[in-house]
């Protein structure tokens, strides 16, 4: 126990943040029998502020485990280009879009970990981007348009 507080000491000391996951639940199994199977999270993906704001889009999938006692994590990311902040806009056509509610649906409904400030930031962080991403694709650069 002492150990873990140190780490969790650690984690907090360096302004780290888990990214939280999709997939299965758990990373690691004892590959014992059923009766005597235990199951943890034990792999993580930290990052800090910087790397949320360089890589806001960054996802976590838990793999099935194939040959070892612990499962493979899938990274995914995309770089936001440093010419100009992007601040987030919401745009009320978007609400007319009948897929609409169902990409907001499938984006906050996604498992995160964490405590519930963490989990509401970043599914606050992964919607914006979902939902920007989502305008360009559907609309066009709708600002570039009127500009």
Known sequence: MKKSLEFIA????CGLIDLGFGGQKFTWSNKRGIHHR???RLDRALVNDVWLEKMPQTTITHLPSIGSDHCLLLMEMNAVEEDNIKYFKFLNCWTDQPNFL???KACWERNMEGNNV???YQKLKRLSNTLSFWSRKEFGDI???VK
């Open 118 to 120: 963490l989990k509401f």
């Open 102 to 104: 169902d990409i907001v």
């Open 38 to 40: 235990i199951w943890k």
């Open 143 to 145: 600002f570039s348009k």
């Open 10 to 13: 650690v984690i907090e000391a």
